[in-house]
């Protein structure tokens, strides 16, 4: 069993023992007492939190007075020290009282090689390594290495570090570690990847688990919708990130099935590339020509689809417009553009595409029956003008894609770029009075929602997402 271990990181014993009380509430089953936290090392240890498993720990160089400290906390009742390897105090103490850790914080080495330092640190007490987590290949080294170790039945903790590392911890029971160190607030979060005491409570040993790939990831909005749909729905589940670069993308699915990933998001630059990993692509991905959503089933079937045109339709479907007799003009000619042209072929919308290389616009437009149009040929006259390229984002080029003479009290605009909310095209169409103008927000709302539904069969509360949106994750 893995206990909830809270990192107790005070700098008196008065704030100590107000987090230990905080943590208890929250369901800590150990602590981790961070000695050199405190401003100075108090003489009485009384405020150790004996009632629950105590690991006493104290990084640094001055040996003589942490052997002395050291030995203090375990006569106060703290059950463990935790010692470095490489420290002088190694064999100093009981190895029953010693936890032996090794940190890499720059990456996670091959399996063999953490069942080596395993081997070396078990000697001097219960074996803790924690590595950085790159992306997929350092998952499977630690999962390969933690199939081992739990062979023996002793003992150990082993963590992988970083935000692709969460998934470790989440999966902290499956990996058999002894522990899992959680933080008592947010803020408090010593490392990326570490969750609450309070949310590791919830997730309970056995959770759901989500997850995006993607490279990189550091801006992507989904976590913080996801994780509010899951405690929202009380659904005992997590969404993680699992950045991968393109080599270690063929890896994902071996990811996926080892640490029971229920599905996963897929998002720039993989959308394309991961379709041939799939066991199956269902048609709206195959027509769209990516995938954005993976959900596993039970035997580890990997089944491809696209998410994104669901939030198109709903988008479309928001601004009243049947797409069935519409006319609509697509600006762009990449992935978000084909995505838009599928769906609203599909669904019998007369279907213009305008694009900066129109070779690219006519290449697309003919593979869905739609028309190609020059932009200095473009005439007023559509129910929904979509921009489907870069152009407004934050960090891009601020043009408007379409001329601003098209932009008419009967049309409606829906702007797939939601970084800002507010494009320089959404501001050409309110002055020109348009009928209805959307950001891209709405769209990646009703992607999620989609993907929520799919892996967990319930429908996402859409306003606990939007309110997650621009918070934290
Ligand atoms: P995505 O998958 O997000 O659609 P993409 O495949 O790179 O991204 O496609 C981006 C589209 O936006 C392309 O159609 C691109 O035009 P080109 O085909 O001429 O490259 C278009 N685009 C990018 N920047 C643009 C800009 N500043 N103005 C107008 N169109 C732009």
Redesign the pocket.
Same mark, same amino acid.
């Given at each position: 069993m893995t206990l909830i271990c809270a990192v107790i990181a005070a700098d008196t014993p008065a704030a100590a023992e107000a987090m230990k009380v905080e943590a208890l509430s929250a369901g800590a089953e150990a602590f981790e007492v961070r000695l050199d936290a405190f401003a100075e090392i108090p003489d009485d240890f009384s405020f150790l939190p004996t009632e629950k498993p105590v690991i006493a720990t104290l990084r640094s160089e001055l040996d003589e007075e942490r052997r002395e400290i050291f030995a203090k906390a375990l006569a106060s009742g703290a059950a463990y020290v935790d010692i470095e390897s490489d420290s002088v105090l190694r064999g100093v103490f009981p190895k029953s009282q010693v936890i032996c850790s090794y940190h890499d914080f720059t990456k996670t080495p091959a399996a063999w090689d953490i069942l080596r330092i395993f081997r070396d640190l078990s000697s001097s007490g219960v074996p803790k390594a924690a590595f950085m987590v790159r992306g997929p290949a350092d998952l499977l080294e630690i999962w390969k290495a933690a199939v081992v170790l739990k062979q023996s039945g002793d003992p150990f903790i082993l963590i992988g570090m970083g935000a692709a590392g969460e998934v470790t911890r989440i999966r902290a029971a499956d990996i058999g570690s002894m522990v899992s160190y959680c933080a008592v607030r947010p803020e408090f979060a010593s490392a990326p990847g570490q969750i609450t005491v309070a949310e590791a409570a919830r997730l309970g040993d056995d959770p759901i688990i989500t997850a995006i790939t993607g490279w990189p990831l550091e801006h992507t909005r989904s976590p913080q919708m996801h994780n509010a749909a899951f405690r929202a729905s009380g659904i005992r589940g997590r969404y993680v990130r699992i950045p991968s670069t393109a080599e270690e993308l063929p890896l994902l699915p071996e990811v996926l099935r080892c640490y029971r990933i229920r599905g996963a998001n897929v998002t720039?630059p993989h =959308?394309q590339t991961v379709m041939p990993l799939l066991s199956e692509v269902l048609p709206e991905a195959k027509s769209a020509g990516a995938v954005n959503t993976i959900l596993v089933d039970p035997s580890g079937r990997l089944t491809g689809t696209n998410t994104d045109i669901a939030g198109i339709s709903a988008t479309i479907a928001d601004l009243r417009i049947t797409p069935s007799n519409a006319r609509v003009l697509v &600006? @762009?000619? @990449?992935? /978000? &553009? !084909?995505a838009a042209v599928s769906c609203l072929t599909a669904a019998g919308a007369a279907v213009s595409v305008t694009? !900066?290389?129109m070779e =690219?616009a006519r290449t697309l437009a003919a593979e869905f029956g739609a028309t190609a149009v020059p932009r200095d040929e473009l005439c007023a006259g559509y129910d929904l003008i979509i921009n /489907?390229? #870069?152009?407004g984002m934050s960090g891009?080029?601020q043009?408007i #894609?379409v001329p601003v003479s098209i932009l008419t009290p009967d049309t409606a605009v829906f702007d797939m770029v939601y970084e800002p909310e507010m494009t320089p095209l959404l501001a050409a169409a309110g002055d020109a009075g348009v009928r209805a103008a959307v950001c891209g927000k709405a769209m990646l709302i009703a992607q999620a929602a989609a993907s929520f539904t799919l892996w967990t069969g319930i429908e996402a509360d859409a306003a606990a997402m939007t309110a997650a949106f621009g918070g934290s994750p």
């Amino acid at each position: 069993m893995t206990l909830i271990c809270a990192v107790i990181a005070a700098d008196t014993p008065a704030a100590a023992e107000a987090m230990k009380v905080e943590a208890l509430s929250a369901g800590a089953e150990a602590f981790e007492v961070r000695l050199d936290a405190f401003a100075e090392i108090p003489d009485d240890f009384s405020f150790l939190p004996t009632e629950k498993p105590v690991i006493a720990t104290l990084r640094s160089e001055l040996d003589e007075e942490r052997r002395e400290i050291f030995a203090k906390a375990l006569a106060s009742g703290a059950a463990y020290v935790d010692i470095e390897s490489d420290s002088v105090l190694r064999g100093v103490f009981p190895k029953s009282q010693v936890i032996c850790s090794y940190h890499d914080f720059t990456k996670t080495p091959a399996a063999w090689d953490i069942l080596r330092i395993f081997r070396d640190l078990s000697s001097s007490g219960v074996p803790k390594a924690a590595f950085m987590v790159r992306g997929p290949a350092d998952l499977l080294e630690i999962w390969k290495a933690a199939v081992v170790l739990k062979q023996s039945g002793d003992p150990f903790i082993l963590i992988g570090m970083g935000a692709a590392g969460e998934v470790t911890r989440i999966r902290a029971a499956d990996i058999g570690s002894m522990v899992s160190y959680c933080a008592v607030r947010p803020e408090f979060a010593s490392a990326p990847g570490q969750i609450t005491v309070a949310e590791a409570a919830r997730l309970g040993d056995d959770p759901i688990i989500t997850a995006i790939t993607g490279w990189p990831l550091e801006h992507t909005r989904s976590p913080q919708m996801h994780n509010a749909a899951f405690r929202a729905s009380g659904i005992r589940g997590r969404y993680v990130r699992i950045p991968s670069t393109a080599e270690e993308l063929p890896l994902l699915p071996e990811v996926l099935r080892c640490y029971r990933i229920r599905g996963a998001n897929v998002t720039i630059p993989h =959308k394309q590339t991961v379709m041939p990993l799939l066991s199956e692509v269902l048609p709206e991905a195959k027509s769209a020509g990516a995938v954005n959503t993976i959900l596993v089933d039970p035997s580890g079937r990997l089944t491809g689809t696209n998410t994104d045109i669901a939030g198109i339709s709903a988008t479309i479907a928001d601004l009243r417009i049947t797409p069935s007799n519409a006319r609509v003009l697509v &600006a @762009g000619a @990449g992935g /978000a &553009a !084909r995505a838009a042209v599928s769906c609203l072929t599909a669904a019998g919308a007369a279907v213009s595409v305008t694009n !900066r290389t129109m070779e =690219k616009a006519r290449t697309l437009a003919a593979e869905f029956g739609a028309t190609a149009v020059p932009r200095d040929e473009l005439c007023a006259g559509y129910d929904l003008i979509i921009n /489907a390229t #870069p152009a407004g984002m934050s960090g891009f080029s601020q043009d408007i #894609p379409v001329p601003v003479s098209i932009l008419t009290p009967d049309t409606a605009v829906f702007d797939m770029v939601y970084e800002p909310e507010m494009t320089p095209l959404l501001a050409a169409a309110g002055d020109a009075g348009v009928r209805a103008a959307v950001c891209g927000k709405a769209m990646l709302i009703a992607q999620a929602a989609a993907s929520f539904t799919l892996w967990t069969g319930i429908e996402a509360d859409a306003a606990a997402m939007t309110a997650a949106f621009g918070g934290s994750p």
